[in-house]
């Protein structure tokens, strides 16, 4: 019996021009077809190119213009069961499904999946809900880069975003698991030190000390309207905080800061965004080698490594806290670990858990190196007890 | 420059029975992917049954 089945492939092409990928895709459907046509069991009858994915015609730049043409409008609240209705749902499961790549990074040579759909002109101000011209899909990165006051949306343009939205800059702040005998201590207008840390389970994490660094409380980073604090922290933008109010409610004390920030240090973002991207796409070379060339890969995973640490090491204390890049102590373990090089995995893993990475690693590596490492121990152990 | 495109791929595949030309297909994708997905210049992303 013989089967006939359709199958679905996408295909990547990379080249300097259109001319060139088109050919490029040509050889690549001729290449197939010369290897699989010819088999008897299972051979390809049939190749058509099916869709072009288009690319988007919006770039970052008109994407930061139009967000801050929204900006420039009135600010109302948005009716936030807009975002659980099924049309809307619909409308965005649908529109992912056609425009799996964030359209920005897409636009830039790059493939990511996308995550989410952004309204280009926000619904408050007049945008069509479910117009696809309205629409755009982006990544996590780029959407809640299009969001704070420290992503694409605004980096040209501070001064306008700041001078419309000064509640942004200037707001008062209830805080949240208050140590109440410590705030007992504290009186209204007392200066307080705000403390930025990346946790695990909130990324936003803001928490509020006395001049003396002892532990008031903490910024409900979860208020819309707060929670651009951690990412201008993260930015490098200076903050002061005093306390505005301390009162005795039927819960107990309750405190509330003002809290005032200065703008961006933009040069030094731009800076650090650079040097960022280039161990980023070391450490995906340095992935893409371990196939063909693992001690490449490997002395390149333990360059970025270097780099990273410089990175950290010339910022500010919590300038690294936004750094997105991660120590590739997973895949240079796992590497060594493959090579049997296991008196050197377990060094590289000993090593990266002695620094203080304040980023973290990605969700699950930092259980795999630690199962990873007692997997050395053991087998040094072994290997040890023979000799 | 980086293009993607969705080609539609029209396979005919022999068997005795259906699980064993399912079996077949499942190996065939795997290998399609297997041996283009690491490519740098032309590789594929995704491959799907219609």
């Known amino acids: 019996?013989?089967?006939?089945?359709?199958?679905?492939?996408?295909?990547?092409?990379?080249?300097?021009?259109?001319?060139?990928?088109?050919?490029?895709?040509?050889?690549?459907?001729?290449?197939?077809?010369?290897?699989?046509?010819?088999?008897?069991?299972?051979?390809?009858?049939?190749?058509?190119?099916?869709?072009?994915?288009?690319?988007?015609?919006?770039?970052?730049?008109?994407?930061?213009?139009?967000?801050?043409?929204?900006?420039?409008?009135?600010?109302?609240?948005?009716?936030?069961?807009?975002?659980?209705?099924?049309?809307?749902?619909?409308?965005?499961?649908?529109?992912?499904?056609?425009?799996?790549?964030?359209?920005?990074?897409?636009?830039?040579?790059?493939?990511?999946?996308?995550?989410?759909?952004?309204?280009?002109?926000?619904?408050?101000?007049g945008g069509e809900p479910f117009a696809e011209d309205n629409l755009i899909a982006l990544c996590n990165s780029c959407h809640s880069g299009t969001h704070s006051s420290g992503g694409i949306a605004v980096e040209l343009n501070v001064e306008n975003y700041f001078g419309s939205l000064d509640y942004i800059n200037n707001f008062t702040t209830k805080l949240k698991n208050v140590d109440e005998k410590i705030l007992s201590q504290c009186k209204d207008g007392d200066n307080v030190i705000l403390i930025r840390e990346h946790r695990q389970g909130n990324p936003g994490y803001v928490g509020v000390t006395n001049t003396n660094g002892e532990y008031i409380g903490e910024v409900n980073s979860a208020d819309e309207s707060h929670h651009y604090l951690a990412f201008d922290i993260d930015h490098g933008s200076e903050v002061l905080a005093t306390i505005k109010e301390i009162c005795n409610k039927k819960n107990g004390l309750q405190c509330v800061i003002e809290i005032k920030k200065s703008e961006i240090d933009w040069e030094e973002y731009e800076r650090f965004n650079i040097k960022e991207k280039e161990v980023s796409e070391l450490i995906n070379t340095a992935k893409q080698l371990e196939k063909t060339d693992c001690e490449q890969a490997i002395q390149l995973y333990r360059k970025t490594t270097e780099m990273l640490i410089e990175m950290d090491r010339k910022c500010e204390k919590y300038r690294t806290t936004w750094r997105g890049t991660r120590f590739p102590i997973c895949r240079l373990s796992l590497v060594l670990e493959k090579q049997k090089r296991y008196k050197e995995c377990l060094e590289e893993i000993e090593s990266y858990q002695k620094y203080e990475d304040k980023v973290w690693l990605y969700v699950g590596e930092k259980e795999k190196i630690e199962k990873r490492k007692y997997r050395m121990l053991k087998l040094l152990q072994i290997i040890c007890n023979k000799q | 420059m980086i293009y993607e495109y969705e080609l539609m791929i029209k396979v005919e595949v022999q068997g005795d029975s259906e699980e064993e030309i399912k079996k077949k297909l499942k190996a065939f994708k795997n290998e399609l992917y297997n041996k283009y997905a690491g490519n740098k210049e032309t590789r594929i992303t995704m491959i799907k049954k219609r």
Not at chain 1, 98 to 117: A, M, R, T, W, Y
């Open chain 1, 1 to 125: 019996m013989i089967y006939e089945y359709n199958l679905k492939v996408t295909t990547e092409v990379q080249g300097e021009n259109e001319e060139e990928i088109e050919n490029k895709l040509k050889a690549f459907k001729k290449e197939l077809y010369n290897k699989y046509a010819g088999n008897e069991e299972t051979r390809i009858t049939t190749i058509k190119k099916q869709i072009e994915i288009e690319n988007k015609k919006i770039s970052r730049q008109e994407l930061i213009e139009k967000v801050t043409y929204i900006i420039n409008a009135p600010y109302t609240a948005i009716d936030e069961s807009f975002y659980q209705s099924p049309e809307w749902i619909n409308t965005r499961d649908k529109y992912i499904k056609n425009n799996p790549f964030c359209e920005l990074c897409f636009n830039e040579g790059k493939n990511k999946k996308s995550d989410d759909v952004h309204h280009i002109k926000r619904l408050t101000a």
